[in-house]
């Protein structure tokens, strides 16, 4: 059975039908790319799954693990191993980060019937996943992501990700923002936890990112619907070409 098994969704955002018809299949111990133009849905696809409010599925399915996703609240879906690191991610002042994470952490692991993460425990877990991600501890006592350079938002999503152990990560244009240091202190957190029980959905402009993380599968999405699926070639050939030639075919066909 596939990790995730996305059937005919579509979705519309304040009366405004943004995807229509999308389909997406993704095993365990894969790594997908999705790239298309701004404005494409790709980003829509991440909020919907992460069942954020105002975005609703009008047709089809998301099954992750067989089970039907949209049905549920979004803490069930993380605790079933959706995780999604945002494009833009959100500021919660008055929450520090280290007490965001292990309250997130163990919450997780209770609705798994997993034993909680004691004090030391969680520190020391923590203390192994920030060194290698190089995030400063100074950082992890403000408020979440209050202040946080627009990288440093960035490892910290991927900070997250690795105390979660998710299923299945999808990312958000993880790399927008990212120095060259940091794209690659970031792509190695990433690869790091790729496994053969965990799958990643990586959405992305840039075949920069995907040079350090080098996908199965990549697919184009365009206007709603996925246009185009190939290897980790066609993401070259995208940066070569442009999508002028997929906006058409979507055009045609919609
Ligand atoms: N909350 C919203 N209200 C109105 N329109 C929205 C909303 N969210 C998304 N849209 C519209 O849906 C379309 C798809 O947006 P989405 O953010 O999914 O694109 P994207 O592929 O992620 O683009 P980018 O590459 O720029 O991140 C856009 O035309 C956008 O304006
Ligand atoms: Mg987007």
Known sequence: MPLLEIKNLHVSVEGRQILNGLDLTVNKGEVHAIMGPNGSGK????????????YEATQGQILLDGEE???????????????????????IPGVATITFLRTAMNAQRKKRGQPEFTVPEFQKRLNEVAGKLEIDREMLRRGVNVGFSGG????NEILQMALLEPKLCVLDETDSGLDIDALKIVSEGVNRLRSPERAMVVITHYQRLLSHIVPDVVHVLS????????????????EAKGYAQYQDEAALAS
Do not use: C, N
């Open 69 to 91: 996703v949209l049905t549920t609240q979004p803490d069930e879906r993380a605790a079933k191993g959706l995780f999604l690191a945002f494009q833009y991610p959100m500021e």
């Open 152 to 155: 440093e938002k960035k490892r």
């Open 223 to 238: 206007r709603g619907r996925i246009v185009r699926t190939g290897g980790k070639e066609l993401a070259l050939e995208l």
């Open 43 to 54: 980003s829509t696809l991440a909020h919907v799954m992460a069942g954020k409010p105002g």
